[in-house]
Nanobody, 127 residues
């Protein structure tokens, strides 16, 4: 029973860009501003890892080193949407990307702290 929905994935060449979107309206009922948002990804044969998070009003963002400087997380609380802008994509960015929200955690990469998840959107970076 996924209550978030990701979109925007696809295939892209190395060095290219994609923007992923996460719609949270079904879960938050128009109150996304009460939740932090975290993007996770899971590459083939690897564990799911948190890569970017944003606080409830967008004042704070955090990134893992592997995406820092290339990815940007943002949000539009009025539309119950969150985004992940990805640039300078590399083959090892290939993964299924998931968004998740947390009511009680400020900006968090721990999967157990998330309250709701999307089903994921696949990103493939190859020549």
């Amino acid at each position: 029973q996924a209550q978030l929905e990701e979109s925007g994935g696809g295939s892209v060449q190395p060095g290219g860009s994609l923007r992923l979107s996460c719609s949270a309206s079904a879960f938050t009922q128009g109150n996304l501003g009460h939740y932090s948002v975290t993007w996770f990804r899971q590459a083939p044969g690897k564990e799911r890892e948190g890569i970017a998070c944003i606080s409830r009003n967008g004042a704070t963002t955090k990134y893992v080193d592997s995406v820092k400087g290339r990815f940007t997380i943002s949000r539009d609380n009025g539309e119950s949407l969150a985004y992940l802008q990805m640039s300078s994509l590399k083959p090892n960015d290939t993964a299924v990307y998931y968004c998740a929200v947390s009511l009680n955690h400020w900006c968090d990469f721990q999967p157990l702290n998330m309250d709701s998840w999307g089903r994921g959107t696949k990103v493939t970076v190859s020549s």
